[in-house]
């Protein structure tokens, strides 16, 4: 499997444009969440999606944010309109969520995507 | 709500040092708990885990234990290498969760020859 993938690796653009980010998870992976990565407050989990069906999506910092998964093997990232302080890294991670209590299963995270708005 | 704290850093050591990363979780029920790394211009892979109390990870020469009584997991490596140049993660997944990961800010190590 060549892992998670996401697209672009890199993205700048205006401050005020919409800007979509991509993930292709691990084929069979049931869990995919979305993270940002900045300098001032680390790995933020922003959504996670379960079975396509979103849980959860408190880490969603405002409404200019949307994710969503329409198929097992695709879900985007959107910004619309984008500003100056969403530039960060963003990542994408896929697991096999088998159920019960107990977290013991891997995320497997994409290369990233390092998004820069002008 | 959950949270995990880690040492500042970054770390700096030479070849062959001990390493300590100290790491700190606050949760209720009962989390697993993760160490991932991340080297540069990549993604976060894992280095290890533990799921339960008194639980050793262990990987590469890395270990970590799960400590229930002091709430920590704190990363070791006897002798590290120019190689493990790196910013380390700690994390945790709360208990009764499907997977969604909480994130200490990471420690960046650096080893030097």
């Known amino acids: 499997d060549a892992g998670v993938i996401q697209s672009p690796r890199h993205e700048v653009t205006e401050m005020g444009q919409e800007v979509t980010l991509r993930c292709k998870p691990i084929?069979?992976?049931?869990?995919l969440f979305w993270y940002r990565q900045t300098m001032m407050r680390g790995l933020e989990l922003l959504i996670y999606f379960n079975n396509n069906v979103p849980i959860d999506d408190s880490g969603m910092p405002e409404d200019r944010f949307s994710a969503k998964m329409p198929n097992a093997s695709f879900s985007t990232l959107k910004i619309q309109p984008s500003e100056p302080r969403d530039s960060a890294v963003y990542f994408c991670a896929s697991s096999l969520w088998t159920g019960g209590a107990v977290m013991n299963t891997e995320a497997f995270f994409g290369q990233g995507t390092r998004l820069t708005v002008v | 709500g959950d949270s995990v704290t880690q040492m500042e850093g970054p770390v700096t050591l030479s070849e062959e040092a001990f390493l300590t990363i100290n790491c700190t979780y606050t949760a209720t029920g009962y989390p697993s708990l993760f160490w991932y790394v991340q080297y540069p211009g990549e993604g976060l892979q894992l280095l290890l885990k533990a799921t339960k109390a008194d639980d050793k990870g262990s990987n590469k020469g890395f270990e970590a234990t799960y400590r229930k009584e002091t709430t920590s997991f704190h990363l070791e490596k006897g002798s590290v290498q120019v190689s493990d140049s790196a910013v380390y993660f700690c994390?945790?997944?709360?208990?009764?969760?499907?997977?969604?990961?909480?994130f200490g800010k990471g420690t960046k190590l650096s080893v030097k020859p």
């Open positions: 084929s069979g992976h049931n869990s």
């Open positions: 994390a945790l997944s709360p208990g009764g969760s499907q997977g969604n990961l909480i």
